[in-house]
């Protein structure tokens, strides 16, 4: 992923932070197979094949581990959270669950109409329409449901999860990414 001046990076000692943080990588992603599909009609170039194969890349091996970070460690946490304040994240829950469920058939789409734009060079233009109504789907979709994410149900989870709940979630998160939590966690644990 390409630097962002200014941008914080989140670590595993704040999971909901990393979680958003995977939200602006599925934006950048969407964005390169938004420019992808925009290009389609012209000849492949060495520069659209890099984005759509990284973009590819991104939704196949990453956003499903951010999927199960999201419906096996955070959501069912927050479920057991007895706090009025989680109540409004609580209501959201099964859509955003269902918004993932919607979207692996279309990402599963894209992924083989890309496959075969990169084979070939080209698509028919049938298959074109479809990439593009694909990825204009998954587009408008994303941006719900990040913004239910990132401005209610993340910022719940900060507030009414325990330091050990969120150690927790991290401990899932870098085991889903075989990733070692080095110092960052031992300190979360002794605040709860």
Same mark, same amino acid.
């Given at each position: 992923?390409?630097?962002?001046?200014?941008?914080? $990076?989140?670590?595993?000692?704040?999971?909901?932070?990393? #979680?958003?943080?995977? =939200?602006?990588?599925?934006?950048?992603? *969407?964005?390169? #197979?938004?420019?992808?599909?925009?290009?389609?009609?012209?000849?492949?170039?060495?520069?659209?094949?890099?984005? *759509?194969?990284?973009?590819?890349?991104?939704?196949?091996?990453? $956003?499903?581990?951010?999927?199960?970070?999201?419906?096996?460690?955070?959501?069912?946490? *927050?479920?057991?959270?007895?706090?009025?304040?989680?109540?409004?994240?609580?209501?959201?829950? &099964?859509? *955003?669950?269902?918004?993932?469920?919607?979207?692996?058939?279309? =990402?599963?789409?894209? &992924?083989?109409?890309?496959?075969?734009?990169?084979?070939?060079?080209?698509?028919?233009?049938?298959?074109?329409?479809?990439?593009?109504? $694909?990825?204009?789907?998954?587009?408008?979709?994303?941006?719900?449901?990040?913004?239910?994410?990132?401005?209610?149900?993340?910022?719940?989870?900060?507030?009414?999860?325990?330091?050990?709940?969120?150690?927790?979630? $991290?401990?899932?998160?870098?085991?889903?990414?075989?990733?070692?939590?080095?110092?960052?966690?031992?300190? #979360?644990? &002794?605040?709860?």
């Amino acid at each position: 992923m390409p630097v962002q001046i200014g941008a914080v $990076a989140h670590n595993f000692s704040d999971p909901t932070g990393l #979680l958003s943080d995977c =939200h602006r990588r599925i934006e950048m992603f *969407l964005g390169s #197979l938004g420019a992808v599909a925009r290009a389609m009609d012209c000849p492949l170039t060495d520069e659209t094949r890099r984005a *759509l194969d990284a973009a590819l890349r991104y939704f196949r091996e990453a $956003a499903p581990k951010h999927t199960a970070d999201e419906e096996e460690s955070l959501f069912p946490r *927050l479920r057991q959270v007895s706090n009025p304040e989680v109540q409004s994240a609580l209501n959201s829950l &099964e859509a *955003l669950e269902n918004d993932h469920r919607w979207a692996a058939s279309l =990402h599963a789409r894209v &992924e083989s109409l890309g496959q075969k734009y990169l084979f070939s060079g080209s698509l028919p233009s049938a298959e074109a329409e479809e990439f593009r109504t $694909a990825v204009a789907s998954l587009t408008a979709m994303y941006q719900q449901h990040i913004r239910m994410e990132d401005d209610v149900v993340f910022p719940a989870a900060a507030r009414c999860l325990s330091s050990t709940e969120r150690a927790a979630v $991290a401990d899932e998160m870098a085991a889903r990414r075989k990733a070692r939590l080095i110092t960052e966690i031992p300190h #979360l644990r &002794e605040r709860s």
